[in-house]
C-alpha cells in the first residue's frame, strides 16, 4: 500500500484514489507480463529479464485538487503530505529519490493544470519522449482535452528533436509552465497522467501513440543506419574499427543532429545498430520486423530499448561490449565509462542479420516478437 520514504508518507496511486484522496481515471487495468527472453550475440550475458517488471499497475489520469508539483522532475504530493511516487519513473523505489527535508507551501496555479513532467526528462531525449510525451495519450484516451486544460506543467525539451515533437502536440506557448529546480506549484486542479508502463519497461501503446501522433512516414523500410557516440561518455574506444566494420556491412553512418525529420529517417530503417544511448527512443518509429543491435555496456546493462524493442514488434539483438570499468552490484545510476566492441563477435552479428533479411525476403515480416 504504501510506507514512509525520506521521511514522507506514500501511497500507492490507486489506494490514495480508493481512500477517496483524488479520482483515478483508469486507462489500462493492471496486467501481469512476461516477455520473451532478449537475443544475446556475442560471448558476454547480463541479466536484463530481472530488470522487467512482471506487474504493471493500472494507468490513467489521476485527478486531484491542491497537490504540489516539486521541482525538476514533477514529483507530485498529495495536499495533506503524501507522496505519490507511481507518477514519477521511481515507482514503489521511494528510498532512490532525494526528496527534501520540508516541503514548500508551493506557487498556486489557478484552473486546471495537465502535467507532462517526468524523471529526467529536462536533460535526456530518451526520458523526453518516451516517459513524458506519451503520457498526451493517457490523457487524451481518458476523455480529457487541451481545450479544457489552462495550464501544461512540463519540462523544457532538451534537443531540437524533442522541441519538434513537442511541438507537434498542439499544446498552445501561453499554457506552458516550465518546470526546472526549485519548482513548487500548487494546481487547484491537477490531471497528471501515469508513468508509462514502469522504469524501463514500456507497453505497445507508446510506440504505437508515437508514431500515430508525430506522422512518422509509411516508406519501405530500407535503410542500414549506424549511430555512433564519439566524443560523448561511454563510447566505444575502437570507434573507428566499429564504424568500417559497419560500413563494410552497407551501413551509413547516421547523425540525428543534422536530420530534419529522424522520425521519418527511423521509419525507413530496415536495420539499426547503435550503443546503448537515448537516440534510441526513435526505434518507437520502426516498422515492425525491423532488425536492431544494440551495443551494451557490460557496466550499463539497462533493458530500455529491448522492452521497447518488444513493444514496438522489432527484432531485437544484442551484443554486450566489456567496460573499462565496471561497478559492482545492481544497475543504480548511468555508466560514464567507455567500452570495447569485440570487432569479431559484430561482424558474426551483422552476418546473421543479413541472413534473416535474406530469409525474409528482403523485407521485414508484419512481426517477429509479440508486443509487450
Not at 139 to 161: I, S, Y
Not at 199 to 210: E, I, S, T
Not at 337 to 353: H, K, P, Q, R, Y
Amino acid at each position: 500500500m504504501g510506507g514512509a520514504g525520506a521521511g514522507f508518507p506514500w501511497m500507492r496511486t490507486r489506494d490514495f484514489a480508493a481512500g477517496g484522496g483524488a479520482r483515478l481515471h483508469v486507462v489500462y487495468p493492471a496486467r501481469e507480463q512476461m516477455p520473451p527472453p532478449p537475443a544475446f550475440v556475442g560471448s558476454l550475458r547480463v541479466d536484463l529479464l530481472g530488470m522487467i517488471d512482471p506487474h504493471l499497475p493500472d494507468l490513467g489520469v489521476l485527478e486531484i485538487s491542491g497537490a504540489l508539483v516539486l521541482g525538476k522532475h514533477g514529483w507530485i504530493f498529495s495536499r495533506d503530505g503524501f507522496l505519490l511516487p507511481e507518477q514519477s519513473w521511481y515507482g514503489g523505489e521511494v528510498e532512490r529519490m532525494r526528496l527534501p527535508a520540508r516541503l514548500p507551501t508551493g506557487t498556486v496555479l489557478p484552473g486546471t493544470s495537465l502535467s507532462l513532467a517526468s524523471d529526467f526528462a529536462g536533460r535526456s531525449y530518451g526520458h523526453y519522449l518516451l516517459d513524458s510525451l506519451s503520457r498526451m495519450h493517457v490523457f487524451l484516451a481518458a476523455g480529457f482535452t487541451l481545450d479544457a486544460v489552462d495550464h501544461v506543467v512540463c519540462q523544457r525539451p532538451p534537443t531540437a528533436e524533442a522541441a519538434l515533437h513537442f511541438s507537434r502536440l498542439g499544446v498552445p506557448a501561453e499554457k506552458c509552465v516550465w518546470i526546472a529546480d526549485g519548482t513548487a506549484l500548487r494546481p487547484e486542479r491537477l490531471l497528471s497522467p501515469g508513468f508509462p508502463g514502469t522504469k524501463r519497461n514500456y507497453p505497445g501503446w507508446v510506440p504505437a501513440y508515437l508514431k500515430q501522433a508525430f506522422g512518422a512516414s509509411g516508406a519501405t523500410p530500407h535503410r542500414r543506419l549506424w549511430i555512433g557516440r564519439e566524443g560523448l561518455r561511454r563510447t566505444a574506444i575502437n570507434g573507428a574499427d566499429v564504424r568500417r566494420t559497419l560500413e563494410a556491412h552497407g551501413f551509413e553512418a547516421y547523425d540525428i543532429a543534422a536530420a530534419a525529420n529522424p522520425a521519418d529517417d527511423f521509419a525507413a530503417a530496415a536495420m539499426v545498430v547503435s550503443p546503448h544511448a537515448g537516440v534510441l527512443a526513435d526505434l518507437a518509429f520502426c516498422a515492425p520486423g525491423t532488425k536492431v543491435l544494440e551495443l551494451l555496456p557490460s557496466d550499463h546493462p539497462a533493458p530500455y530499448y529491448y522492452t521497447l524493442s518488444l513493444a514496438a514488434g522489432l527484432d531485437y539483438r544484442c551484443l554486450v561490449c566489456r567496460s573499462l570499468h565496471e561497478r559492482p552490484g545492481p544497475l543504480r545510476s548511468p555508466s560514464t565509462s567507455d567500452f570495447t566492441v569485440d570487432i569479431d563477435e559484430l561482424s558474426a552479428a551483422l552476418s546473421g542479420m543479413e541472413r534473416v533479411q535474406a530469409a525474409d525476403g528482403g523485407g521485414v515480416p508484419g512481426s517477429l516478437i509479440r508486443p509487450m
